[in-house]
């Protein structure tokens, strides 16, 4: 067992995960992060609304919104998408969007981040929301 932690010394370490992931379909490679705590928080907010009385978990594009969270910059760590993209990036073909939200997903540890989802709330099986 080794030492324990200090407040500060936890807070001073870099423990963001990265990968890059060749996408042959699209002629290139993209670089993935781990979502923080508080982005992993705001990206599983992002997919719940309420309807009438009961939050329902919206689904609808929620692989898009990941990997456009996920994705960044290799040279400035900034994403490459903005919230206003995430729509358009749900056009792209699913395989690909899959394999780059399989990655996302462990990155983050949040391999079962659907099923949580669906677990903790009616899931919209429509899939439909206000949002993109």
């Given at each position: ?5 200090s ?17 042959p ?32 978990v ?33 056009e ?5 969007l ?25 899931a919209?099986?429509s ?6």
């Amino acid at each position: 067992m080794g030492d324990y932690l200090s407040a500060d010394a936890i807070l001073a370490f870099d423990d963001t995960k990265i990968e890059d992931v060749d996408i042959p379909e699209w002629g290139g490679i993209i670089r993935l992060r781990s979502l923080s705590g508080r982005e992993r928080d705001a990206f599983e907010a992002s997919l719940r609304v309420r309807d009438g009385k009961h939050t329902v978990v919206a689904l609808e594009n929620y692989r898009a919104k990941l990997v456009a969270r996920s994705a960044i910059n290799p040279d400035t760590g900034a994403r490459v998408f903005t919230d206003e993209q995430i729509h358009l990036l749900g056009e792209k073909n699913a395989a690909v969007l899959q394999r780059l939200y399989d990655v996302a997903t462990a990155l983050s540890g949040m391999e079962d981040a659907e099923e949580d989802l669906a677990g903790n709330s009616e899931a919209d099986p429509s899939g439909s929301s206000g949002s993109s």
